[in-house]
């Protein structure tokens, strides 16, 4: 009986060995997910803010497009009003008519 009480302390042992192996291996892959996890998060509210300031960058853009469309247009509008002013214009003394 000695003998099998010997095995059995051994293979308790073992078996205990065994779960303090596998509760560190959990630990030390509950720790690099949680690394993983970290990183990810800070990629996307990096990603976030920078998305923010394109979108922030390209309503500039369209804003001073929109200015600087709105000064073409008018400029055109007061050339087509020169021009038009020009063609009905009575005609003067000495002026021929085209």
Known sequence: MPESEHILISYATVMV??????????LIVGMRLS??????VESQVTRSRTEEK???IFQEFLEEQRRTHEQIWM????????LN??????????????
């Open 17 to 26: 060995m065994c779960i303090l192996a596998i509760a560190i291996v959990f």
């Open 35 to 40: 690394t993983a996890l970290q990183a990810f």
């Open 54 to 56: 394109m979108v922030s």
């Open 75 to 82: 400029g055109i509008q007061v050339q087509a009003d020169r």
């Open 85 to 98: 002013r020009f063609l009905h214009r009575p005609p003067g003394p000495g002026a021929e008519l085209p």
